[in-house]
């Protein structure tokens, strides 16, 4: 059985108010929704919250909830939403912690290339930084969280052609400069 079905058969277990069918759903998507939040949000603690509301809002309102679109598109459009509407109540905006972009430990014997590789990982992490958000949030979506075009155009409710272009304008940025830090450490 694919995920899909799998996830198609949750909803009405959740409207027949099986937790272990909400559990499921958590376990499944959890982790990933809270990556995808943490996009917007730059706050993992905040992101997790936010991913949390909506599991709960899923939870109180299974009764009257309509889906129109799969649970897994559902579930991504509503934590977007929960998060872009937490920002635009956020005073300050907030960015990703440098020392959450940290790799596995340093061993002793390849100290000098874990420091270089962790110093590109940060070189280019700050690159991707620089682009304009909705650029950047397509960006990451593709590159870091393996979205699709139609599941990014989806997601944002945009075109597909848009996602390629988006896309397209984020790689003619950044090769020039990853380009450029990689002749910078040989």
């Known amino acids: 059985m694919n995920d899909n079905s799998e996830e198609n058969e949750l909803l009405p277990r959740l409207r027949g108010g099986d937790e272990q069918a ?19 949000m730059g706050d993992m ?7 949390a509301d909506v599991f709960y809002t899923i939870w109180s309102k299974r009764m009257t909830l309509k ?37 596995e ?11 270089t590789l962790r110093e590109l990982n ?3 992490m700050n690159l991707v930084q620089t682009l304009p958000e909705k650029r950047r949030v ?3 979506l593709n590159r870091f969280e393996s979205f699709t075009y139609k599941e990014i155009a989806t997601l944002l409710q945009i075109s597909e052609k848009t996602v390629h272009n988006q ?13 450029l830090l990689l002749n910078n450490i040989s």
């Open 22 to 40: 909400l559990s499921q759903l958590m376990e499944r998507h959890f982790v990933p929704l809270c990556c995808f939040c943490d996009l917007f």
């Open 45 to 51: 603690a905040v992101s997790e919250e936010l991913v």
């Open 67 to 103: 889906i129109h679109t799969s649970l897994k598109s559902y579930l991504y459009t509503a934590v977007k939403n929960k998060a872009l509407q937490k920002k635009r109540n956020l005073s300050t905006s907030r960015s990703v912690p440098l020392d959450s972009i940290t790799s």
């Open 105 to 115: 430990a340093v061993d002793s014997h390849n100290a000098l290339t874990q420091l």
């Open 122 to 124: 940060c070189d280019i």
């Open 138 to 140: 397509i960006f990451e």
């Open 167 to 179: 896309i397209s304008l984020a790689l003619k940025y950044l090769r020039p400069r990853v380009s």
